[in-house]
């Protein structure tokens, strides 16, 4: 199961390059943004690139997850099982990085950092039609993130074995089920044509 940690960790570094956020006001899309697309401040507003001329909109909390997410597959790639801990670490600092790094773009963040902006002169029913929606590559990297921790805490309680054993025999229960379905539908069709083929012809 060593080994296998690389999977979730490659993919959690992948899904920075899938879009992960869109804001919307009554329904008409305004910003997109891939994970990397945060993290470095570059996003894709009212169909136009934009990037920020300086570092004001990087986000540093997203950087971090990037070096944690590149750290923790460096270990697994350089180092044996000692580093385990270390993976663990990655996993959940990385996870945990994510969540505070976007919570900025949630919907309550936003309406506060305008209001504060604004001086409270903002129509809050105009800011209320906001909507943010997060995608498949956010969603993507917190699921492969905890997939990576889940499998380091295995490894190093020394349990890794057991849930090896556990998802061969779920597994092969699956495949047993899955060939009874099959066997069981494939019955079904030749009783059905059977049937079809003892009904007399019918008269012209």
């Given at each position: 199961m060593w080994k296998w940690i690389r999977i979730p960790k490659g993919i959690a570094l992948l899904a920075f390059l899938l879009p992960w956020m869109t804001v919307s006001c009554s329904e008409q899309k305004l910003v997109e943004a891939s994970g990397f697309g945060l993290a470095f401040g570059r996003v894709t507003a009212m169909g136009q690139a934009s990037q920020a001329s300086d570092g004001a909109s990087m986000n540093v909390w997203l950087i971090l997850?990037?070096?944690a997410i590149a750290g923790g597959l460096f270990l697994l790639f350089t180092k044996g099982r000692e580093a385990v801990k270390?993976?663990?670490?990655?996993?959940?600092?990385?996870?945990?990085?994510?969540?505070?790094?976007?919570?900025r773009y949630s919907k309550d963040?936003?309406?506060?950092?305008?209001a504060k902006n604004d001086g409270g002169a903002m129509d809050q029913a105009a800011l209320a039609m906001i909507q943010v929606n997060w995608h498949f590559g956010y969603w993507l990297a917190l699921l492969?993130?905890?997939?990576?921790?889940?499998?380091?805490?295995?490894?190093m309680s020394g349990k890794e074995v057991e849930a090896e054993a556990k998802m061969r025999s779920l597994a092969a229960d699956a495949t047993d089920a899955a060939k009874g379905a099959a066997a069981k539908a494939s019955d079904a069709i030749d009783a059905a044509k059977d049937k079809k083929d003892d009904e007399p012809p019918k008269a012209p």
């Open positions: 997850a990037l070096l270390l993976v663990l670490g990655t996993s959940v600092a990385a996870l945990l990085l994510i969540i505070v790094g976007t919570w963040a936003i309406m506060a950092e305008a492969a993130l905890v997939a990576a921790g889940a499998m380091a805490w295995l490894v």
